[in-house]
């Protein structure tokens, strides 16, 4: 299973771009998608999922067309859009049987069977008989990711699945997402980085619609190595440090403050090596696509 | 693959009429209806026809326009709870069928309360020593399915069309605006009669299969609907065939038409004068003639279950006939509604006791328009119930109106001691 998109582009009403020609080929495995928000992650996931027309250009799932062969990649498709609700009147068992049903799923022991899965791998079981109404916003969204997996999809798409769900909720997905990915595609998008950090096979990195990076997290942190240092310094030298050095992260130490910085060499008396991070990648590709848009306006 | 979408649809119309029918909405009519139904059904004299017809009354008056927004509701369902997405992401998520489904799902929910006031109204009888009809209840239950499939069909689909349950909300405004209305708009536009049913089920069709057409297509969501657009398109054409015929193929053309019903109509009814005869049609078809009455005692009322308090006549004229079995009393009961669908159960309540005859000729079951009624422009019945009593020669011997009734008894004692 593999997904291929080639000069896709979707020009919203009013003129808003929300893609500009994007290339992207998204191999078996879970592919983690990073933007800021407004980047573009959302339109491309709906597209794929059949929910939105692009405006130019293809993109195809598993070989089908996302125009022409939308009942074929929905068959194979689970999506959990960013935001979504329940018919609250039903309970957490009703509510998967009634998606169930959505995706053909018409025998009642299959049925059944299905159900009690996505509701184990998303720790729901004990909530199964309660009503949806009175579910917390961490709960809703694993509700929303057992809808997605009811039939067994090939193609998994969740947007922003963390978002509302507690530290031990979060891990659990994370373990979730290794479990499931294997030959089926699983595209993830977030705009917390330690969210694909652990476990993403690839990633592409969006902003303003198009690709700024595209490839394994090893590759985007291959050009920081050796260039990604830690200073230690006093609070009062925090903004002289900004301003001499690209900083991609600060943070409170036992005997002060540590700077995460991003230099060819390292001038700082207290500085020394560190391993770079996704977030030192993730910040620094922003922080060059800034920089040459900057450059563009000159 | 179509048979697994339908068989899919199937269990979506069972989740989705337990989902209409769980919210408090639901319950809060079905227990306005069941108190109303309980009241209709505590008077003195309510038979089981009474009761029945009631509650018919009710559900096309006021529970079908709490259908139209039930259905609105219930439409407008996936966007109010964001849901849409999850549903459109779905195999069934644009299908036809997913339509359909939804549509009888919705439309379970009002018929439920409309069975429950029906038990409701049956358990009173059967509490308060009454006879019970199985025949009225489930005639009264049946004759709510076409407008109740309509008003929900019009809530559902206008909902889905238009992105907006404001829409909806017109619709029922002219619903209620109907009844409210009657003797201004057009007669077929009011759905609630017996023989509407048709149109009111070929629009209800109509519009839910040019929903099914057009869903989806807000979200671009592929495929072809050229065939449902169709089958609306014919459906649409039927209902207004159906509308059309019923516009002019009223009685009044009839009347105008039959000498012999221009003859009945003619006649003029005098005070110890032979009666204006008639021939009119009883629930079976058979042709009933005051001829055929000959050196009989006759008790003639002229009634309508639209007047429901007209309806008490049937029972005192098969208490009288059963009195007045010796001396040979007949007893008629002309209903003078123009839906006589609504009438049947009546008369199967009091017959053979009673014979009801439906008197031919347009007239509405409003109160204003019985002098088109061929047979009550003959008595020159102005409101129902009138009682006329004919003595063994035909003469007319008393006349009684709803105030008189009590007399009743009193004045066939004389009628029926006449030589």
């Known amino acids: ?298 | 693959m179509i048979w697994s979408e339908a068989r899919s649809a199937a269990l979506i119309a069972r989740r989705e009429y337990q989902l209409s029918c769980r919210g408090p909405a639901f319950w809060v009519v079905a227990a306005a209806g069941s108190v109303l139904a309980l009241w209709r059904s505590s008077s003195s004299g309510v038979t089981a026809a009474l009761a029945a017809y009631a509650t018919w009354n009710v559900t096309v008056l006021a529970l079908s326009v709490l259908a139209i927004l039930i259905a609105a509701s219930a439409a407008a369902r996936d966007r109010r709870e964001a849901a849409s997405e999850l549903v459109f992401s779905k195999a069934l998520g644009n299908s036809p069928y997913l339509v359909a489904a939804r549509f009888l799902g919705v439309w379970g929910s009002p018929i439920t309360i409309v069975v429950i006031m029906l038990a409701v109204a049956a358990a009173r009888q059967v509490i308060g020593g009454s006879p019970w009809h199985l025949g009225a209840y489930s005639n009264a239950l049946v004759r709510c399915l076409a407008p109740l499939a309509l008003a929900t069909a019009l809530g559902f689909s206008l909902t889905t069309l238009f992105v907006s349950p404001l829409a909806a909300g017109i619709a029922a405004l002219y619903w209620v605006s109907v009844p409210l209305a009657r003797g201004q708009l057009p007669w077929v536009a009011d759905m609630t009669p017996t023989q509407h049913w048709p149109v009111a089920a070929l629009l209800a069709a109509g519009l839910v299969s040019l929903t099914a057409a057009l869903y989806g297509r807000a979200l671009q969501t592929g495929g072809s609907r050229a065939p449902l657009g169709w089958a609306a398109a014919l459906l649409f054409a039927g209902a207004g065939i159906a509308a059309l015929g019923i516009a002019f193929s009223g009685d009044d053309t009839l009347t105008r038409r039959d000498p012999i019903l221009s003859a009945m109509a003619a006649q003029r009814v005098l005070d110890k004068q032979p009666a204006p005869g008639f021939w009119s049609p009883d629930g079976s078809g058979r042709l009933v003639g005051l001829s055929d009455l000959s050196d009989r005692p006759i008790a003639l009322a002229f009634w309508g279950p639209s007047a429901p308090e007209s309806a008490q006549v049937l029972r005192l004229l098969q208490d009288a006939a059963r009195k007045f079995r010796s001396a040979n009393l007949a007893c008629i009961a002309v209903c003078v509604d123009s839906d006589s669908g609504a009438a049947a159960p009546f008369a199967d309540e009091v017959k053979p006791e009673v014979t009801v005859i439906w008197d031919r000729g347009q007239h509405y079951g409003d109160g204003e328009r019985w002098s088109d009624s061929p047979l009550g422009l003959a008595y020159e019945v102005k409101q129902v119930p009138a009682i006329f009593l004919l003595d063994r020669h035909r003469r007319l011997q008393a006349r009684l109106d709803y105030e008189a009734l009590p007399r009743l008894e009193a004045a066939l004692t004389q009628v029926v001691a006449e030589p």
């Open chain 1, 1 to 298: 299973m593999q997904i291929e998109i080639q000069s896709l582009r979707k020009v919203y009403p009013g003129g808003v771009v929300g893609l500009e020609g994007l290339d992207l080929t998204i191999p078996s495995g879970l592919y983690g998608l990073l933007g800021p928000n407004g980047s573009g992650k959302t339109t491309l996931m709906r597209i794929l999922a059949t929910l939105l027309e692009p405006t130019s250009g293809e993109a195809r799932v598993g070989g089908y067309d996302v125009r022409r062969d939308k009942a074929a990649i929905r068959q194979v498709l689970g999506y959990m859009p960013q935001e979504f609700g329940f018919y609250p009147n039903l309970s957490a068992y009703e509510t998967l049987d009634y998606f169930a049903l959505l995706c053909r799923v018409t025998d009642k022991q299959e049925r059944q069977r299905r159900i009690e899965q996505a509701l184990g791998r998303t720790n729901l079981t004990q909530l199964a008989g309660r009503r949806v109404g009175t579910f917390s916003g961490g709960m809703k969204q694993r509700l929303g990711l057992a809808q997605a997996l009811l039939n067994n999809p090939q193609v998994l798409i969740v947007d922003e699945p963390t978002s509302g769900l507690d530290p031990e909720e979060r891990i659990r997905l994370r373990n979730l997402w290794a479990e499931l990915a294997g030959d089926r595609v699983i595209i993830l998008s977030t705009h917390i980085v330690a969210d694909l950090a652990a476990g993403a096979d690839q990633l592409a990195i969006l902003h303003r619609g198009r690709r700024l990076f595209a490839g394994r997290p090893s590759e985007m942190l291959s050009p920081l190595r050796g260039k990604t240092w830690i200073i230690d310094i006093e609070e009062d030298e925090l903004s002289r440090v900004r301003g001499d050095h690209f900083v991609t992260g600060v943070f409170r130490s036992a005997t002060g403050m540590q700077v995460r910085v991003v230099a060819d060499e390292m001038t700082h008396p207290r500085g020394y090596p560190a391993e770079p991070t996704m977030d030192d990648a993730y910040v620094h590709i922003m922080h060059q696509e800034a920089g040459s848009a900057a450059d563009d306006l000159v």
